[in-house]
């Protein structure tokens, strides 16, 4: 894992979000560079479970967003559950929470930080 890179420490962790129909969906961020794999998404659900990784895509903007390339499947059971997923961006909310929303018209998800 990269010790330094763009990705601001207030990003970095583990954050979680439910979603209709008893799904979770985790997200893990690291340090990295521009290039670099920085998340690991996760998805849950009744009947997947599904493993992603995708890159950062540029620096932190001035909004204070980080934008994320699209996501590939590393592993899942069944596989072909695990589509891949578009490029995604991340905001941090004033009440602490990260919000990811994918391309205009994407569904936007809210996650926690989990401890």
């Not at 699209?70 to 059971?77: Q, R, V």
């Not at 589509?83 to 909310?93: D, M, R, S, Y």
Request: a neutral charge.
């Amino acid at each position: 894992m990269p010790s330094s890179g763009a990705v601001p420490e207030r990003y970095l962790g583990e954050w979680e979000a439910r979603v209709d129909g008893g799904g979770v969906r985790r997200l893990t961020l690291t340090r990295g560079r521009v290039g670099e794999r920085v998340s690991a998404p996760l998805a849950d659900g009744l009947d997947h479970h599904c493993v992603f990784a995708a890159e950062l895509a540029q620096e932190q903007g001035a909004d204070g967003t980080l934008k994320l390339t699209g996501s590939t499947a590393t592993s899942g059971a069944p596989l072909s559950s695990c589509a891949p997923g578009a490029p995604t961006t991340l905001t941090l909310l004033p009440d602490g929470r990260l919000r990811r929303t994918g391309p205009s018209g994407a569904e936007a998800l809210t996650y926690t930080r989990k401890p």
